[in-house]
């Protein structure tokens, strides 16, 4: 270990071989090759010997060291012949230092080698060779302690001087320009910091390597900071002072910041020095920005029930972008404006580590709720009229039976005997006021159960005689069960020579409606609609029974109630018949009714007169309203338009966005349904129907239907006609659509051929029913289908005397044929059932009338067909199954 040859030993201290032999042999050390061991003990002979030597010659001289850098880099070059060439460049530095101190290290052969650029490509070759031929040597000697004593006191010296500069500067700095004080000033403190070198190392002789630059210019950039600090520190202190002064030292400052070193410059904030190539770094305590927190804070977000994607990105304060990865993540594609459902954002929420709760909203609709009850409990606990609902199977004479007792009731004795129909009329007996509400069919009473408004207190059940129990009767009975609502039975069309009672009386037994007489609680009342004979009988039974009810309500404070009917009416705008059902509605309130609201402009009772209010259990047109509401919405008078307005606006969001998210809900458990049950069947079925009450009746029906093999998805369900965009989501999801008593418009029907959506229409819920079973079961006997065979459309309404209203049409497809049942349609939804009375070209009676043709119609028993309506004419026929 100790022991290396001349050649290893050459290598190490980077001399020549041969000159280190030259030199053992000059220490006395006999060492013939290169093979040859040195021993420890001769490395240090030798040492000492060229220790001696050289500090012999140059004890005093401060050691000279160079340093040496070569750069390599290339320059693409375009030559004259065009070629691009690369030319490499190496550039070589050195720098020479004068070294004060000792080092402890074997001799440096001086070593030039010239610079010689390798070239690829061209001839051209960048060299820079500063090489001044040097002798490098190890130094022992050490500065004796006068030297270190000089070196203080020159530095004192110079301090001094410096002091004294200074303070003349202050003094005579108008005789005196700033550039020539600063020179000097700096001249003589480099001397100062040379001298101040030399003592340092003096008194340290350790050996540490400290620079000082021989060429002063140059040597400024390579001056560490701490050396810097002394001229920097004065420089500002010369600011200060100048600050003081006269503008035109400004002048002299700036000669003086030529002077100064760019690292000076850098620190000078009164300097403008746009010429320095480094960065300007502003003190830390200057610097803009944030400190990333280090901590992942966790929060609780309050989530309502629809929150948009960017909505909730901005509650956690993270990006929108990580969120909607997160959602890909867990298999949802959305965009930023998606709104999300609460369980999803929950969900989503404590994912990413915060904590979720779902935000229980005091909104302004529940401070105008509350405010409402509060401003009605004086009132409370008045017997109010019992509201009844007429129900019953087609054509066993709900209408005959509403419209006898109206007129008998209502408009008879009065002048000119003008009724208005608003959806609900109110007589009052001699046991006291009742109100009847007289939209067709089922739909008030299943519209204003599905939206939680239980309007209807009793529901008539009425049964033809003649006819017995059908289907529609079953579901009327089905409907007011589930509401809880008492029924009475109204046998009708007694005064038939075929009416059987006891008929009915059985069929109803076997659904749970037992007569009183047969020892159950409903009333059973035999009546002719026709003659009007029962009819007291029926309204003496309703009385009883609304006894029996004790109904009751305030009639004092803001009314809150229900909406029958809406419309839009040219000359008068928004029209909605209104039911009171507590508090008192008047002229002048502000109203809100589901997403729309408004000042009322005038009330008109069920006679056509314009009333200043309404008490409870009244209906009521109201005029004034800001849009047309739905059948079924809530209606609230409330004090504050503003508060009114806020909520309807709440209200339309919230409706679009549960909408939305529910559609998108659908789509993806659809995917995720026909991903994991891929053996399972699964049919799609979107659900429209002509009011609320069928929609969920449908819907819950069929959904119910799911069996182990067939899995029944409704995917969508609306009120109203099947509209296109119907069409498209079916035809995204594989669905089919049930119409139930609404019709697809033109644009859907189209739509519907194009994208081959099954469209089904019906007009009795079992049928819907019935159909999905069978093609569940496998079965495909033929059915009974109704045929839409001609479409006509309702130009003009004229009234003749012999005729009643006749609706003069367009048969716009099909054919329309005489004795064929019909329906009447009016925005896509059916309003009417039954035959026509007379087909009529010209004057002629005729069995049909094609596509293209005009023709009259008169429907039989029906007088309220509108221009713009439609009459569809249908066959029943018999199919093979499809589905
Ligand atoms: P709805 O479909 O239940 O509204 O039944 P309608 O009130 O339209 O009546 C259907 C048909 O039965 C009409 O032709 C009425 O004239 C007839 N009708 C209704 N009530 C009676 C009745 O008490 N006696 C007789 N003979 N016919 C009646
Ligand atoms: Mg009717």
């Given at each position: 270990m100790s022991e290396i040859t001349v050649a290893n030993l050459a290598e190490i201290v980077g001399t020549p071989v041969d000159k280190l032999l030259e030199q053992l042999q000059s220490a006395g050390i006999a060492l013939s090759g290169p093979e040859e061991m040195v021993s420890d003990e001769q490395k240090k002979q030798l040492l000492t010997f060229l220790k001696q030597s050289h500090g012999a010659k140059e004890t005093n001289e401060p050691k000279r060291i160079t340093l040496k850098r070569s750069v390599k880099s290339s320059l693409k070059v375009t030559g004259s012949s065009g070629k691009a060439k690369t030319v490499s460049v190496e550039v070589r530095k050195k720098r020479t230092y004068v070294k004060g101190g000792k080092i402890a290290a074997a001799e440096v052969e001086p070593e030039t080698k010239p610079a010689v650029a390798p070239v690829v490509d061209a001839p051209v070759a960048v060299e820079t060779v500063e090489a001044p031929v040097l002798d490098e040597a190890a130094q022992k000697a050490a500065i004796e302690a006068a030297a270190q004593a000089e070196a203080a006191k020159e530095a004192e010296r110079l301090a001094q001087e410096k002091a004294e500069l200074t303070a003349k500067l202050t003094q005579q700095a108008e005789a005196l320009t700033r550039a020539e004080v600063e020179s000097r000033l700096l001249e003589k403190e480099k001397q100062k910091r040379e001298a101040e070198q030399t003592a340092k190392e003096a008194a340290k002789k350790s050996g540490k390597k400290d620079t000082v630059d021989e060429e002063p210019k140059r040597g400024r950039h390579f001056r560490d900071a701490e050396e810097e600090k002394p001229i920097r520190d004065d420089g500002n202190k010369k600011k200060r002072k100048k600050k003081?002064?006269?503008?035109?030292e400004n002048e002299a400052e700036d000669v003086i910041s030529k002077y100064s070193s760019s690292s000076r410059r850098k620190t000078d904030k009164h300097d403008i020095a746009?010429?320095?190539?480094k960065p300007i770094v502003a003190p830390k305590a200057l610097q803009h920005g944030f400190s990333k927190p280090v901590e992942k804070k966790s929060m609780v977000v309050e989530i309502p029930e629809t929150i948009t994607v960017g909505e909730l990105a901005q509650e956690m304060s993270i990006k929108a972008a990580q969120l909607i990865k997160s959602l890909m993540k867990m298999g949802q594609m959305v965009t930023i404006n998606q709104p999300l459902d609460q369980d999803t954002a929950i969900l989503l929420v404590e994912e990413m580590g915060h904590q979720a709760v779902a935000k229980s909203e005091v909104t302004v609709e529940q401070e105008l709720i509350s405010e409402g009850e509060k401003s009605r409990s004086a009132g409370e606990g008045k017997p109010r009229a019992p509201v009844v609902t007429i129900m019953g199977h087609?054509?066993?004479?709900k209408t005959s039976l509403l419209d006898f007792i109206r007129t008998a009731k209502?408009?008879?004795?009065?002048?000119?005997g003008i009724t208005q129909h608003i959806g609900a009329y109110h007589v009052e007996t001699k046991r006291g006021g009742i109100t009847f509400l007289?939209?067709?069919?089922h739909a008030a009473f299943t519209s204003m159960r599905a939206r939680?408004?239980?309007?209807?207190d009793i529901v008539i059940l009425v049964v033809a005689a003649d006819d017995g129990v059908m289907p529609q009767t079953i579901e009327a009975i089905q409907h007011s069960k589930a509401a809880g609502v008492p029924l009475i039975v109204a046998v009708n069309?007694?005064?038939?020579?075929?009416?059987d009672p006891d008929r009915v009386k059985n069929e109803l037994s076997q659904h749970e409606v037992i007569p009183e007489d047969w020892g159950g609680d409903t009333q059973f009342i035999h009546l002719s609609a026709?003659?009007?004979?029962?009819v007291d009988e029926l309204l003496d039974a309703i009385s009883l029974q609304a006894e029996l009810l004790e109904l009751k309500a305030s009639d004092e404070g803001h009314a809150k109630g229900v909406v029958i009917e809406a419309r839009l009416d040219k000359g008068r705008g928004a029209v909605a018949s209104i039911l009171v059902q507590s508090g008192t509605l008047n002229k002048g309130d502000i109203m809100l009714a589901g997403l729309h609201y408004g000042r009322i402009r005038a009330l008109i009772n069920d006679q056509g007169e314009m009333v200043d209010s309404a008490g409870p259990s009244m209906p009521v047109e109201v005029l004034g309203l800001s849009g047309v509401p739905s059948a079924g919405d809530d209606v609230l008078s409330v004090e504050n338009e503003r508060k009114a307005r806020e909520v309807a606006t709440d209200r339309t969001s919230k409706q679009r966005d549960e909408k939305l998210a529910r559609q998108q809900a659908a789509k993806l458990e659809n995917m995720f349904a026909n991903m994991t049950e891929a053996e399972k069947k699964s049919v799609s079925v979107i659900v429209k129907a002509d009011v609320q009450g069928s929609v969920e009746a449908i819907a819950k029906s069929l959904t119910e239907l799911s069996t182990d093999e067939v899995v029944v998805n409704v995917i969508a369900t609306g009120v109203g006609g099947i509209a296109e965009t119907d069409i498209s989501l079916a035809a995204a999801s594989g669905a089919y659509i049930v119409g139930f008593n609404v019709r697809a418009d033109a644009s859907a029907r189209k739509a519907s051929e194009v994208e081959a959506v099954d469209i089904r229409y019906y007009s009795v819920i079992y049928d819907v029913i019935d159909e999905v079973k069978a093609a569940m079961s496998g079965m495909l006997s033929p059915e009974r289908r109704q045929e839409i065979i001609g479409l006509a459309e309702v130009r003009d309404v004229f009234r003749s005397p012999k005729f009643g209203a006749v609706a003069g049409c367009m048969v716009i497809e099909g054919t329309v044929k005489r004795n064929r049942p019909i329906r009447v349609l009016r925005d896509n939804v059916v309003i009417y059932e039954g035959e026509l009375e007379s087909l009529r070209r010209f004057k002629d009676d005729v069995q049909e009338v094609r596509h293209g043709m005009e023709c009259g119609i008169g429907v039989k028993n029906y007088n309220d067909v509108k221009a713009g309506d439609q009459i569809e004419c249908f066959e029943v026929t018999e199919v093979a199954r499809t589905i």
């Open positions: 003081t002064r006269g503008s035109d746009p010429k320095v190539n087609v054509d066993h004479g209502v408009a008879a004795g009065e002048a000119g007289d939209t067709p069919g939680g408004a239980n309007a209807t069309k007694m005064d038939k020579p075929e009416a026709k003659t009007g004979d029962g």
